[in-house]
């Protein structure tokens, strides 16, 4: 009699790990969302090119039969048309009115999401989304309007939205590359979740300006991955990575 030894896998030590329940709470959050700003299921399933008795299936409880685990793909992708239904309602403010059109009318600006070619790929009405865009497309972001209006400046980053710029810039960058070379996504996103130090279902967080579901990157992840993808574009692999202090202190012990 041949003995069977089942072995449980080793849990995840990523720091930042959204168990099964986690991911459907943040997923009917999605929903809600979606729904506070006028997208129920079926729209909301119809957008996804999925079936709104999916979705369902997505919500419901772990424990129950009925309970389909989401992929990390598909989750991205309604928290992101959650997040950029939220955008839509927030460029309110950023409205200018029209001059000497009798009635008092006004204009949102409608801002371009440029790709890495040049090619116009989003247009959106929030500075911020429209940003976080164009830095995932490897792009830049421009201005169009539909008369001659004064143009508004783009929006100002501090100091931890230039960090999350510079990783969603640095995380198409290695992406790209890895397409490049004929390697699969899921081993790019492999190799950003452990700079990042995330599992696959918490990775988009990184790169959201929505704060309530944004997880702020830090100058040392940032500089993790500015440094893979130098690696790579040398024709190196992903060398182990040593901060500028770390550097300059090794340099004085030899001294």
């Known amino acids: 009699m041949e003995l069977q030894i089942e072995i449980e896998a080793e849990p995840s030590k990523a720091?930042?790990?959204l168990t099964d329940s986690e991911i459907v709470a943040a997923f009917r959050d999605?929903?809600?969302?979606?729904?506070?700003h006028g997208l129920d299921r079926d729209a909301a399933a119809s957008a996804l090119g999925l079936s709104p008795i999916t979705l369902k299936a997505y919500s419901r409880g772990v424990s129950t039969v009925a309970h389909r685990r989401i992929p990390a793909e598909t989750f991205d992708r309604i928290r992101d048309l959650a997040v950029d239904a939220y955008w839509k309602a927030a460029a309110h403010p950023y409205r200018v009115e029209q001059a000497g059109s009798g009635e008092r009318f006004y204009l949102i600006p409608n801002w371009h999401a440029h790709d890495s070619t040049g090619l116009v790929r989003y247009r959106h009405p929030h500075p911020l989304r429209i940003r976080e865009v164009a830095d995932k497309l490897g792009g830049h972001v421009s201005i169009a309007w539909s008369v001659d209006t004064p143009r508004p400046?783009?929006?100002q980053l501090d100091t931890p939205a230039s960090l999350r710029s510079r990783w969603r810039i640095g995380t198409w960058q290695l992406r790209d590359q890895f397409d490049y070379l004929g390697?699969?996504?899921?081993e790019a996103d492999a190799t950003l979740c452990k700079i990042a130090d995330c599992c696959r279902y918490s990775l988009w967080s990184f790169s959201t300006e929505y704060a309530p579901w944004r997880t702020q990157v830090t100058t040392s992840q940032v500089e993790r991955l500015e440094a893979a993808v130098a690696d790579i574009e040398r024709g190196d692999d992903i060398q182990p990575f040593e901060s500028a202090v770390r550097k300059a202190m090794a340099d004085l012990?030899?001294?």
């Open 153 to 155: 400046k783009p929006a």
């Open 15 to 17: 720091l930042y790990q």
């Open 30 to 36: 999605a929903e809600a969302l979606l729904s506070s």
């Open 253 to 255: 012990e030899d001294f």
């Open 183 to 186: 390697r699969a996504a899921a």
